[in-house]
Every structure is written in structure tokens, then in C-alpha cells.
């Protein structure tokens, strides 16, 4: 425990992976409804607002490219 290193097969599995991709939508989300709002609408409200509109058809199209 706490040698350099240790975190790398965390960085590199593919629950990690798919974590990093969500998150990256996620901030794209709330861009984009801050944007809309003229003003930040903050990290909790696009993150519920992305999963209740968009997370299954995202994941839908990741499973389908293969991108999981």
C-alpha cells in the first residue's frame, strides 16, 4: 500500500475507463445547460439532469461501438 504504482490497474480497468467517459459527458452537459441558463447550474444538477435524459442511450450507443 502507497507504493508508486499501486493506483495503476485502477487507471487502467475498464470500470475506470467508462467512469473518465461518463464524467467527460457529464461536464459537456452542464456546459451546455449553463449556457442555456446564462449561468453555472453546477455539477449535482447536470449530473441528475444527464442520467435522467441521456445516460441509457449513451451507454446504449458505447455497448454498440464497443466502446465499453
Do not use: C
Request: net charge positive; aromatic share 10%; no cysteine.
Amino acid at each position: 500500500p502507497g507504493q508508486p504504482g499501486d493506483d495503476e490497474w485502477v487507471k487502467n480497468s475498464s470500470l475506470y475507463r467508462e467512469f473518465l467517459a461518463e464524467r467527460e459527458e457529464i461536464m459537456k452537459h452542464k456546459w451546455i445547460e449553463s449556457e442555456k441558463a446564462q449561468h453555472d447550474v453546477g455539477f449535482e444538477r447536470a449530473l441528475t439532469d444527464w442520467i435522467v435524459k441521456h445516460r441509457t442511450k449513451w451507454r446504449k450507443t458505447r455497448h454498440a461501438q464497443g466502446q465499453h
